[in-house]
């Protein structure tokens, strides 16, 4: 039997993009900019849903679900992205690397889950209203966010004793900016069918699983919307979902871009891929509190009435 343990004590170094090394501290500029946006931008829609007590409903109790993944989801990696931008290649130990792929896969999950939880709340919302508080008490909220918390964390925990098992001893050097699954399951020098398999298709497939949900729910919400007597009912309602809408399509379409192209565009370039991967962990995370900040008008108010006392002072 061959020792797996020894195989696995070095550390990982990062390259960063292939190709654009030279481009490096160019590209941390908007990398830094929007992360910081995120980081902003998250961190006060937090903070306005937890002191204010007209932002305790369900809807905000999963929006600042979603706000707190997208801060783990962007801190995993980004931090080491740009230390590779402006120091140069980087280490990371392989308990280090387990961890960074670990939330960023986890969280990715997450994310989806919490979408498929806010589009439930929307749909009891605009199809059952006389119900809604009666379904969706703070006993079953807090069911759902445990039920989805937990399913993502048993998704995901499978993939680090997968990769755990594997002897790494062909190489050490990762020309990416993080960790992620397939990616250091390549640097192994035995057979990964069962890490291409499992990571195809247990999380891809729940992923799809709550897309089609979620589709089938919306399908539900318009037909309830257009058998809504007036139009005036017709705008609040779907304005009540547009947000929702917008966060969905930012989420799920580079996502599955990303995973096509990952699987099937072998004419696609390396260079343009981790481009793409490293701009999917900072840009919806830092779109999705502007999203919501624009289209709710909740929370538009209590923004403008947050900085307007500010000034004041």
């Known amino acids: 039997m061959c020792n797996l343990s020894s195989y696995n004590t070095g550390d990982f170094t990062f390259l960063g993009i292939p190709g654009l090394e030279q481009y490096h501290v160019w590209i941390s500029i908007p990398f830094c900019i929007i992360y910081l946006v995120a980081i902003v931008g998250n961190s006060i829609l937090l903070y306005l849903i937890a002191v204010e007590r007209s932002l305790h409903a369900p809807m905000f109790f999963f929006l600042s679900m979603l706000a707190m993944t997208d801060l783990i989801l962007s801190t995993t990696c ?39 939880a806010m589009t439930f709340d929307r749909y009891v919302a605009i199809c059952s209203p006389l119900r809604y508080t009666t379904i969706l008490t703070p006993k079953t909220i807090i069911k759902i966010a445990v039920g989805i918390s937990f399913r993502s964390f048993s998704i995901i925990l499978p993939v680090v004793f997968l990769l755990i098992r594997l002897p790494f001893c062909r190489t050490h050097i990762i020309p990416h900016t993080y960790c992620e699954h397939i990616g250091v399951a390549r640097l192994t020098c035995v057979d990964i069918s069962i890490n291409i398999w499992y990571g195809l298709c247990v999380p891809i497939m729940t992923v799809i699983a709550d897309v089609i949900l979620i589709a089938v729910s919306y399908t539900l919400i318009l037909c309830a919307v257009f058998h809504l007597p007036s139009r005036d009912a017709h705008q609040k309602a779907l304005g009540t979902c547009g947000s929702h809408v917008c966060v969905i399509l930012m989420f799920y379409t580079p996502a599955f871009f990303s995973i096509l192209a990952h699987r099937f565009g072998h004419n696609v370039s390396r260079t343009f891929h981790i481009m793409f991967a490293n701009l999917y962990i900072v840009i919806p995370p830092a779109l999705n509190p502007i999203v919501y900040g624009v289209k709710t008008k909740q929370i538009r108010d209590k923004v403008i009435l947050l900085f307007s006392t500010k000034c004041s002072e």
């Open 78 to 116: 980004v931090p080491k992205t740009l230390a590779i931008f402006w120091f140069g290649p980087q280490k990371i130990s392989f308990p280090g690397c387990l961890t960074q792929l670990f939330f960023l896969h986890y969280s990715f999950v997450l994310d989806s889950a919490i979408l498929l």
